[in-house]
């Protein structure tokens, strides 16, 4: 079957800090893999994907590179604001599932960022 | 008005109470979802149409009924909920349900309290 698993938080940071937020998933068959955020009080907005192995999904300083063989999408930026305090989500879409484009989500990790 | 919207944004209702979300994406989407956000837990996929015909249903409880009447806008209906489906209820579209990786474009959700 489908799952992803992202590290729990809550992740607090300094500003300037380095961030990794790390993803790993399962999956039938070859999925695209995404970062979405959710900023305090909105719905999730898609951060980042990639689509194929060795892809290096980027976005607002942010990256994470699709690593097949470890079966993982780490999510790092290395100097964070404070404006980057949100919710990250980890999520896949497998199309060889039946019914296909069904995002899987991971259970969010929140971090905040300290001035 | 551009992306997609959800109204109302705040929803407190009694147990024997009926009311409607609705959702409405301004982007051309063929496929419409709704989701529930629950803390702790991953993202929950309730609902799916595709070209406004339902495709899928998550084994959700027979006291949310969704509508869709059209491409653009998706509605939720609400009756006799209990405390535990107090949640946030995120809708979303994307350009196809069929494969290929779509991302989702999510609204703002509708946070709902059952009382």
């Known amino acids: 079957g489908n799952s992803v698993t992202q590290m729990e938080g809550p992740v607090t940071l300094s500003e300037e800090a380095f961030l990794t937020i790390n993803c790993t998933y399962t999956?039938?068959?070859?999925?695209?893999l995404f970062w979405y955020v959710q900023y305090p009080g909105e719905g999730l907005q898609l951060l980042l994907k990639a689509t194929k192995a060795d892809d290096k999904g980027s976005n607002k300083g942010f990256e994470a590179t699709y690593r097949k063989e470890t079966t993982s999408f780490h999510l790092e930026k290395g100097s964070v604001q404070v404006s980057d305090s949100a919710v990250y989500f980890c999520?896949?879409?497998?199309?060889?599932?039946?019914?296909?484009?069904?995002?899987?989500f991971g259970t969010g990790t929140r971090l905040t960022v300290i001035p | 008005e551009t992306g997609v919207t959800q109204t109302p944004r705040h929803l407190v209702m009694g147990m024997t109470n009926k009311k409607s979300l609705k959702c409405e994406q301004h982007?051309?989407?063929?496929?419409m979802y709704w989701y529930k956000q629950s803390a702790k837990k991953p993202l929950e996929l309730m609902f799916v149409?595709?070209?406004?015909?339902?495709?899928e249903n998550n084994s959700v409880p027979s006291r949310f009924s969704p509508e869709c009447p059209n491409s653009s806008h998706l509605f939720l209906h609400l009756h006799t909920l209990q405390p535990e489906d107090s949640a946030l209820y995120l809708c979303?579209?994307?350009?196809?349900?069929?494969?290929?990786?779509?991302?989702?474009?999510f609204g703002p959700g509708t946070r709902l309290t059952v009382t």
């Open positions: 979303a579209s994307s350009p196809s349900f069929n494969g290929g990786g779509y991302e989702q474009y």
């Open positions: 982007l051309g989407h063929n496929a």
């Open positions: 149409y595709s070209l406004e015909e339902r495709v």
């Open positions: 999520a896949l879409i497998d199309p060889l599932e039946t019914g296909a484009n069904n995002l899987f």
């Open positions: 999956a039938t068959g070859y999925p695209s």
